[in-house]
């Protein structure tokens, strides 16, 4: 791997650490960071996923073989956001009271086997998007050293190239709550219907997709490349989503884009 600017500046923010502990989803970037990590701080390194009705069952599996094929120790902790009024409520801090949950049981994970720090995945893109979730990671004073590295997404899928990671062209995959339009409470049951959809919708030969949950409607998003295939197969795919136990299925005529639900919210 050659030695780019972005990651002397990496190498150096890591071996400043010492230890750490990585949050990881097997995606992309929080994937990028470990395995650069685990090869230039060894066993001091590992990385910490959190197992919650929030992350689909494919997600997990997916996440479980990124850690073997990086070779590095993985915790996976479950988490209880659901038990919390505020996340259920679904309101625009949503996802600041899941990272809340999640920072303050992997800090403790890391002061118990002797991690120094918690680090996450983020970027410089990330700045670019409603994320409260900075804010609980902030509070907890967890790391960024993809973002501290002046690395953006982009950067980040060249280093997971240059690394070998089988997810370095994976599209972006958040966690199924953020499939549910904020106003509709977030529920195993709702969360479960959206896993489904998607599932179905993956069969139906869309891998990219969003199915977002409105309560008894679900919008369904594909890239739009796509769109035009998605509408002539609108009976498969109305089947596909309504088997999941919608009540009605629509097209976002726009297309998938990403954090498009955050427009629900009023001016931030």
Known sequence: MTGSTHERRLRRILRGLGSCLVGFSGGVDSSALLAFAKRDLGERCAG?????????????????????????????????????????????????????????????LAAERGFRWVCDGANLDDARDYRPGRVAAREWGVRSPLREAGMSKADVRELARALGLSVAEKPSSPCLSSRVAYGVEVTPERLQQVEQAEAAMR???????????????????????????????????AEAVRGAGFLFATLDLEGLVSGSLNRLLPMR
């Open 48 to 108: 910490v996923l959190a197992a919650s009705p929030s992350l689909a069952k494919a997600e997990l599996e997916s996440a479980l073989r990124v850690a073997e094929e990086i070779g590095v120790l993985l915790y996976v902790i479950e988490t209880d956001e659901m038990s919390a009024d505020e996340y259920v409520r679904n309101d625009g801090n949503r996802c600041y009271h899941c990272k809340a949950e999640l920072w303050s049981k992997a800090t403790a």
């Open 203 to 237: 069969a139906l030969g869309f891998d990219e997709c969003r199915v977002r949950s409105f309560g008894a409607v679900a919008v369904v998003a594909v890239p739009s490349a796509r769109l035009a295939e998605a509408a002539e197969r609108a009976v498969e795919v």
